[in-house]
């Protein structure tokens, strides 16, 4: 008979398995950590609802379909029963549903891999934080039985979920009314237990490791079968000498060892609000910015440079005319396409893989404008030894240019039941990039008499910050050119806002927080969408909102299919500025999402 032992205070839940063949059980003890109960009005209580809960064991070959390897369900208050008969393997996950009294799903969890071999222990423990479906749940600590939360709040702090589940957090600024605190500190976040633990670095090897609105790229310097992974920081917003300025500095945390070293290799140039993107050639490509010094912006850059994860050193690009940008862009998108890819034809072609640029923010003369233009970074030869932009071009040779300009938006690449790299035409049309959101300005196509952002305003004197809703979906390799295929509307105007995949190389997406319809406002309402080939119908409304109304705040999607979202804006534009400290956990369904 299986155990279960219940903690009063959060409802922590012990489950007991068996895995192996009969001749080699090993037991293993499931923990189930529930939400954190939190003070949001936004908050509903899952456990309150539970009827029946399901077990699921699954086995993820990277190279196949996942596998149930075993199941078992039973009432939520029964005390369960033993799974057997599961042969030892790798890539383990335990999947946790729960349902109400009327069969249907609202709760859900997964854990992080592992492996059950015959040298495993006869106990494998094995924590699963569970939450409702299709809601944000904070995270629970599980040592202090409190809620998950960074020592401070902080915005413009870089999220990267790592292969173990685990989530690094770096940097960040913390804002109090009028102050900016800029931090060199890195947290790992523990999905297994729900804790931070504070990454040790020596703040004397580099003078500014302190930094934000940066970037940071999980990258493999091993084999698939060795691998060995590293996570590049580089560039970003800091204080020098009582100004804010952007650096040239960068550091690598080895997922590993949980240390982190200073790189002697630099960027050529300062830059912040660039972008940072992972080629399979085994380099990162570091993409526009601005280039900042005593509090103002000399330039907004139009240059890349490369970083070789073998030699870890930075080269810029120079020489040619098209190793620049037609444009300088900052708080711009990088959306990586993992297609061969012609400019002009807009066929699949051999080739190496590209990176598609859109929108930002650039100066022209005296004057500042918003990009409408797309352009395309790769490879300019077929040995990769130097490196091209090239305009997006329509079949007829001219330009395709974004139907809204637009920057602090979102590009979100959408995969429609196909690989894009599997072979045959027909599979290339199933990539779509997605547009959403961003600031824009409504009535004038540029802030004319000044370079500082700060300074420009539209006719409404908003700071060179309408809001849009306007959303455009891009199909790069349609057999006639590239196409801009939909123009449609969120419910919301959102600007530095979170738009993410449910799932990995799925069609829906899901839509959340930001800065709202008016500048000053910041909302905590979730829109999800589905991205079709024939036709497109505009975003609904998810019923379940976020915990916290919060912009510029970090996220990413983990291994596990959740969602991590940490820090932001919470509050109004202006001297009422705070940094949240909080976490929330977005745990998808496997269905369809639940719309109003």
């Not at 959740?562 to 976490?583: H, Y």
Request: charged fraction near 20%.
């Amino acid at each position: 008979m299986m155990q279960k032992v219940r903690f009063l205070l959060l409802g922590f839940v012990v489950l007991w398995m068996f895995l192996g063949c009969p001749a080699d059980k090993i037991s293993i003890s499931v923990t189930l950590i529930p939400p954190c109960v939190s003070e949001s009005k936004n908050f509903k209580n899952p456990l309150d609802s539970i009827s029946t809960i399901s077990l699921i064991a699954v086995r993820e070959d990277p190279n196949a379909e996942p596998e149930v390897i075993n199941s078992a369900s039973f009432p939520y208050e029964s005390g369960g029963k033993g799974i057997f008969d599961i042969p030892l393997s790798k890539n383990v996950r335990i999947v946790v549903e729960g349902y109400d009294e009327s069969n249907k799903m609202i709760l859900r969890g997964a854990s992080q891999l592992f492996d059950v071999t015959v040298n495993s222990s006869t106990n494998i423990k094995v924590p699963v934080f569970i939450a409702g479906t299709d809601a944000f749940s904070q995270s629970t600590d599980y040592a202090s039985q409190e809620c998950s939360q960074l020592p401070d709040g902080l915005q413009g702090a870089s999220v990267t979920p790592l292969p173990d589940g685990d989530v690094l957090i770096a940097g960040g600024v913390k804002i109090d009314g009028g102050a900016r605190y800029y931090y060199a500190n890195l947290y790992l976040y523990n999905s297994r237990t729900g804790t931070f633990e504070e990454i040790p670095i020596d703040d004397t090897i580099n003078e500014y490791g302190t930094r934000a609105y940066h970037t940071a790229t999980l990258y493999n310097k091993g084999t698939d079968d060795k691998p060995e992974w590293k996570v590049l920081i580089v560039g970003g917003e800091t204080y020098i000498n009582g100004k804010t300025a952007s650096i040239s500095t960068a550091e690598i945390y080895d997922v590993a060892t949980k240390k982190v070293e200073f790189l002697t290799s630099t960027l050529e140039e300062g830059r912040m609000y660039h972008t940072a993107t992972l080629m399979q050639n085994g380099k990162i490509v570091i993409i526009g910015g601005e280039n900042k010094v005593d509090g103002k912006v000399e330039s907004y850059l139009d240059t890349a440079e490369i970083f070789d994860i073998q030699e870890e050193t930075f080269t810029k690009l120079s020489g040619k005319d098209y190793n620049h940008m037609t444009y300088g862009r900052s708080r711009h998108s990088a959306t990586y396409l993992p297609l061969r890819y012609n400019t002009t034809e807009g066929k699949p072609v051999s080739g190496f893989d590209k990176v598609l640029l859109t929108g930002g923010i650039r100066k022209t003369g005296n004057s500042l404008y918003i990009n409408d233009e797309m352009e395309i970074f790769g490879c300019a030869n077929a040995n990769c030894t130097d490196y091209r932009f090239d305009i997006v071009r329509k079949s007829d040779n001219t330009s395709l240019k974004m139907i809204q300009k637009r920057y602090g938006h979102q590009a979100v690449p959408v995969m429609i039941g196909a690989d894009p790299i599997g072979g045959g035409d027909e599979e290339f049309h199933n990539f779509y990039v997605v547009f959403l959101g961003g600031y824009t300005c409504i009535g004038m196509d540029r802030c004319a008499g000044t370079t500082q952002l700060t300074d420009c305003n539209c006719p409404d004197n908003d700071v060179f910050k309408s809001i849009t809703t306007k959303i455009e979906i891009f199909e790069p390799t349609n057999s006639q050119g590239p196409q801009l295929k939909y123009t449609l509307d969120m419910n919301v105007a959102r600007a530095d806002f979170a738009a993410v995949p449910i799932e990995r190389d799925t069609d829906n997406i899901i839509i959340f927080g930001g800065y709202g319809t008016s500048v000053g406002t910041i909302t905590d309402i979730v829109e999800t969408m589905t991205v079709n080939k024939k036709t497109q119908t505009k975003p609904a409304y998810l019923k379940n909102k976020l915990l916290f109304p919060r912009a510029d705040f970090g996220f990413g999607l983990m291994s596990n299919g959740s969602i991590f979202i940490v820090g932001g804006e919470n509050g109004k534009l202006g001297n009422n500025k705070a940094s949240l400290s909080t976490v929330e956990i977005f745990v998808p369904s496997v269905s369809s999402l639940i719309s109003e």
